[in-house]
């Protein structure tokens, strides 16, 4: 059975940092690129982030470009997003995602994503 598991949300203080897990079971998560969602109350659904595995590379929305970083560990089957200098606007429920080889250039589109997660909380409050 297909499954992603994300982990690591909770509370943090604004400028804090948080570290998500996105692990895979029934399926080699290198074989696929991931992305990483968010979903506040009342919004869409927005891309994050993606990896490639083609060829590693990495894509971030602007609002999170210099503040997050999305990497993979193959041989854990898991992909992180490191989340620094958090901001009471990074509040959300996050998701992973797979899709194909490589994110593309609509790599932010949740339609194009196969398979998700359940969602973790994070919540950036004083």
């Known amino acids: 059975q297909v499954q992603l598991v994300e982990s690591g949300g909770g509370l943090v203080q604004p400028g804090g940092s948080l570290r998500l897990s996105c692990a895979a079971s029934?399926?080699?998560?290198?074989?696929?690129?991931i992305g990483w969602f968010r979903q506040a109350p009342g919004k869409e659904r927005e891309g994050v982030s993606c990896i490639s595995t083609s060829d590693g590379s990495t894509y971030y929305a602007n609002s999170v470009k210099g503040r997050f970083t999305i990497s993979r560990d193959n041989a854990k089957n898991t992909v992180y997003l490191q989340m620094n200098s958090l901001k009471p606007e990074d509040t959300a429920v996050y998701y992973c995602a797979s899709k194909g080889v490589d994110c593309g250039s609509y790599y932010y589109t949740p339609i194009y994503y196969d398979y998700w997660g359940q969602g973790t909380q994070v919540t950036v409050s004083s």
């Open positions: 029934g399926f080699t998560l290198d074989y696929y690129a």
